[in-house]
């Protein structure tokens, strides 16, 4: 456990220490978690007033009378994904007096990142996009003293929206597989990215329910690493290894829509029509992939960046008690860049 300085005003720690718990236990208390037994809440929230301890945040609102600002943690400030997530989080706090801060944590080596963020203490509020709560960021999180609302994820202290990959990824294999495709190549991240995995599984059951054989030379990824592979260049590049092989799958799915469109483009160059000759089927459902007519996996990213912050915003005014844990929608919108398999 960290020092305490002595002296000063009450600390989390000296709650925790008078109702003997554990500090996360106050933090959950202080973010109103179900996870804590009535007998237990009661014994921190007669510590909280013997104390008179406050929260920064509570402390920082009753000076200013007001929320100066919220944050967005995320992979990528650039990835259209999360451009069309942060549309939504606008929306929210439009005609709202508050800041908002990014921080770019970057995909391959996020938590240092966010550790450092989080000890700068500079924000009212978090909302935390596409990464998982794992190692020394879950006490943090916990801590921190501020709403915390999860996007993409999930905790069962924290509030959380989140989407299922897995049956995303069904969803859009089983679709090609019922227009008669059985050689379906799947265009994957890097093998690191947290979406990776379940993306993977979810194709693999949808072949195993339609009694097709699972192929690993059709699972493919491009070279290029940023955005954990989700970009056209990865996209193009994967392409052009299905396009190689000696038996070429018929049609192709795409973890995200920008690997999609470098797909595509790399078909096209390479004389394969598309979807003469080869269906391609995203994931995302960009704005950009409705006015290129791509099949794509729709996740509501605009909607669900606005919903997340409306969520945050409802937790600062303190409307808000019970934790939520929303699965997201998710909805396969055809158009022309897929269709039946040629005999």
Not at 42 to 54: E, P, S
Request: hydrophobic share 40%; charged share 25%; proline share 5%.
């Amino acid at each position: 456990m960290p020092d305490r300085p002595s002296g000063g005003r009450p600390t989390i720690y000296d709650v925790a220490d008078e109702a003997g718990v554990a500090i996360s236990t106050v933090s959950r208390v202080i973010n109103a978690s179900s996870e804590v037994s009535d007998v237990t809440r009661g014994r921190v929230q007669d510590a909280i007033r013997k104390l008179q301890f406050q929260p920064q945040r509570t402390a920082r609102i009753l000076a200013q009378k007001s929320t100066t600002s919220v944050a967005v943690a995320l992979p990528s400030a650039t990835s259209l994904f999360f451009v069309e997530m942060l549309k939504g989080v606008k929306d929210a706090l439009r005609d709202k007096d508050i800041d908002l801060l990014l921080c770019n944590l970057g995909s391959a080596q996020p938590y240092p990142t966010l550790r450092r963020f989080l000890d700068r203490g500079a924000v009212d509020a978090l909302l935390l996009m596409a990464l998982p709560i794992e190692g020394d960021a879950t006490d943090q999180l916990l801590n921190l003293q501020a709403p915390v609302v999860l996007l993409g994820s999930r905790h069962p202290d924290l509030d959380a929206y989140w989407w299922d990959d897995e049956a995303g990824a069904f969803k859009a294999t089983s679709y090609l597989l019922e227009q008669g495709h059985e050689r379906i190549g799947l265009i994957s991240a890097q093998s690191w990215s947290t979406n990776a995995a379940p993306r993977l599984d979810g194709y693999k059951r949808a072949l195993a329910e339609a009694s097709v054989e699972f192929d690993p030379s059709l699972v493919v990824a491009g070279k290029t690493a940023k955005h954990a592979g989700y970009s056209e260049e990865a996209g193009a590049e994967a392409m052009e290894q299905l396009l190689d092989l000696e038996d070429r799958p018929t049609a192709v799915f795409a973890a995200s829509d920008v690997q999609a469109y470098g797909a595509w483009a790399k078909a096209r160059d390479m004389g394969v029509r598309v979807p003469r000759d080869i269906s391609i089927v995203g994931y995302d459902d960009l704005k950009t992939s409705r006015f290129l007519d791509l099949t794509s996996v729709a996740q509501g990213m605009h909607l669900a960046g606005r919903v997340a912050m409306d969520r945050l915003l409802s937790r600062l005014s303190g409307d808000s008690n019970d934790r939520v844990d929303v699965q997201l929608p998710l909805t396969l919108n055809v158009r022309s860049s897929s269709g039946p398999a040629r005999r």
